[in-house]
């Protein structure tokens, strides 16, 4: 059994897997997930878990070279906004966009999460 990091089977094996440069996605119950793209579907109830819990941990274990939000957040979600800007610099686009690079994610990874615009790309680094 794994003692430190992700504990989750799932999304241990798929961030293992992941290179340079691939695409992760961490939304929130409403993101449409696009056919053929892998879902890990960790909701269980209206807001549980929360996008920032499971962004959380997901970045204690993952090197994320850069990070997109929606710029809609800022006016749509502004206390979620700053938790993820505290955690690590983002650029936005627009939600529409980021739903078109959710189509090119390795995976999305579905929170509980019911606010607005609670959503992530995250697009893997290199550890040297």
């Known amino acids: 059994m794994k003692k430190l990091g992700m ?3 799932d999304i241990a094996a798929s961030l293992a897997s992941f290179g340079h440069t691939d695409l992760l996605v961490i939304g929130d119950c409403g993101l449409p997930i696009p056919k053929g793209v892998p879902c890990i579907d960790l909701s269980y109830r209206i807001g549980e878990p929360s996008f920032l819990t499971v962004l959380e941990a997901v970045l204690e274990d ?5 990070a997109f939000i929606a710029r809609e957040i800022t006016e749509g979600n502004p206390e979620v906004e700053k938790k993820v800007l505290a955690q690590l610099k983002a650029d936005y686009i627009s939600h529409e966009e980021l739903k078109e ?7 999305i990874i579905r929170t509980g999460e019911a606010t607005p615009y609670a959503n992530i790309v995250l697009r893997s680094g290199v550890i040297f």
């Not at 993952?62 to 850069?66: K, S, V, Y």
């Open 7 to 9: 504990i989750n089977r």
């Open 62 to 66: 993952f090197q994320a070279e850069a």
């Open 101 to 107: 690079q959710s189509k090119q994610a390795k995976l």
